[in-house]
């Protein structure tokens, strides 16, 4: 079976605009969390939000946002997207750059796109309301295509001119991993030679608040305490967006072009719960199921995983769940891998997430480490006999599994390895 491989990454997050400014927050568990200005009237419950520095598109017109210097969108382009497709086109030329591909890799019928977002509701009801109140004609001509969930794989597939396969997905907070599963197949069945995967969220206020209707959001007002997976105390998670784009390549391609990998992808698993339309099975069964499925296709022995980086978002239900279904995959003395939520940094990116946290755990065995899960004061009971770390450790995993569990009880795992 061919090999695949990640050769170029792309970061826009709340804890750094490039991989070595997030290479450096994972290692020194810096978080991205502030009292977040537009949540602060009396009338909002929710203080704490993890926003993008460096981007100011609170406007609705998009030839007012700014963003940093070393990136240019025209004028033309920028008028069909939504905050969070500047983020991805952002992250989408430093993964080029990384990967260092020229235009013939990335424009041709062997490189294909696969994107997950959950559209943009700021821009979205922008339009309606203008719809409602000013006439059907008032509306933009391209505030469809800016603001519905495709909008990330539509701005980035036409105006990088990519030609292969392209897609975008919609199992929420499961999202960008089943783009990133369903990329792996593809290269693995030659159907392509290289895969685009990207994900990203806007949040800002309309993508993130209307989790607080749901119980769903940190009541916290510090922003050291919003956050704490895993965390007897913990209260609901944290919002945030961005961008990430991963390369994936099999491995003749890489060969050809002399690429250096950051790790191999091995596989994937998922299952669902069959449970409830918003919250996790509370013995975890699908995350376990998903995990067994990865484990059996890849051929790893749980006593072979170095490190999980969790889904747990924070959430009371979530991730007792979570550490449910990963005692009953690693029983053993012997399968005792590190554990962290990335999450305690970031806060949670829904559809973005998957992406985010298989980019992070590309640095962290490329760069030999992997990062603490930060601000637990008292460890929940149900995480008892788990390796659940909370600083970070100076060593290289060899084998690195990636957990997402996503509405209707979606659940993805995926496999990751150095390279060799």
């Known amino acids: 079976m061919p090999r695949v491989f990640i050769t170029g990454l792309g970061f826009i997050t709340s804890i750094g605009n490039d991989a070595a400014n997030v290479t450096t927050s994972l290692r020194e568990l810096r978080h991205g969390f502030e009292r977040y200005a537009p949540f602060q009237d009396p009338s909002i419950p929710v203080k704490i939000a993890a926003p993008v520095r460096g981007f100011s598109m609170e406007s609705t017109d998009p030839e007012d946002w700014t963003f940093p210097a070393p990136y240019s969108i025209r004028r033309e382009i920028i008028r069909g997207m939504a905050p969070h497709g500047v983020y991805a086109w952002c992250a989408m030329q430093q993964a080029i750059a990384d990967a260092r591909l020229d235009e013939a890799d990335v424009s041709n019928p062997d490189t294909g796109l696969y994107a997950a977002s959950g559209g943009s509701p700021f ?4 339009m309606l309301h203008r719809m409602h109140t000013q006439g059907v004609m008032r509306c933009s001509p391209l505030g469809i295509v800016a603001s519905i969930s495709g909008t990330v794989q539509f701005n980035l597939v036409a105006h990088f001119k990519i030609k292969g396969t392209s897609c975008g997905f919609a199992s929420a907070c499961a999202s960008s991993s089943h783009a990133l599963g369903f990329a792996f197949d593809d290269l693995i069945l030659g159907r392509q030679k290289r895969m685009f995967v990207v994900g990203a969220e806007d949040g ?24 704490r997976p895993f965390d007897v105390a913990r209260d609901g998670f944290v919002g945030t967006g961005g961008g990430v784009v991963l390369v994936m390549e099999t491995e003749d391609e890489m060969i050809r072009r002399h690429a250096t990998p950051y790790c191999e992808v091995l596989g994937w698993g998922q299952a669902s719960d069959g449970h409830n339309v918003a919250i996790s099975h509370p013995d975890g069964h699908g995350l376990r199921a998903a995990m067994k ?28 769940s979570e550490a449910r279904a990963l005692k009953a995959i690693f029983t053993t003395p012997a399968a005792r891998p590190a554990i962290s939520s990335t999450k305690s940094l970031t806060g949670h990116g829904l559809s973005l ?18 990062p603490g899960s930060a601000h637990i004061t008292r460890l929940d009971p149900e995480c008892e006999g788990l390796n659940i770390i909370r600083s970070t450790l100076s060593a290289q995993p060899g084998v690195v599994l990636n957990n997402v569990s996503g509405f209707g009880g979606a659940n993805v795992s995926l496999v990751f390895k150095k390279a060799s």
Request: net charge negative.
């Open 123 to 126: 821009l979205m009801g922008h």
């Open 204 to 227: 800002n206020t309309d993508a993130i608040l209307p989790f607080a209707g749901m119980r769903a959001l940190s009541l916290q007002t510090d922003p050291d305490l919003a956050s």
């Open 293 to 320: 499925n990865a484990l059996r296709i890849t051929g790893v022995e749980p006593e072979g995983v170095d490190y999980v980086n969790a889904h747990a978002t924070s959430t009371p239900i979530g991730d007792a």
């Open 353 to 370: 997430a998957g992406a985010m946290e298989s980019g992070f755990c590309a640095l962290a065995i490329r760069d030999g480490f992997m």
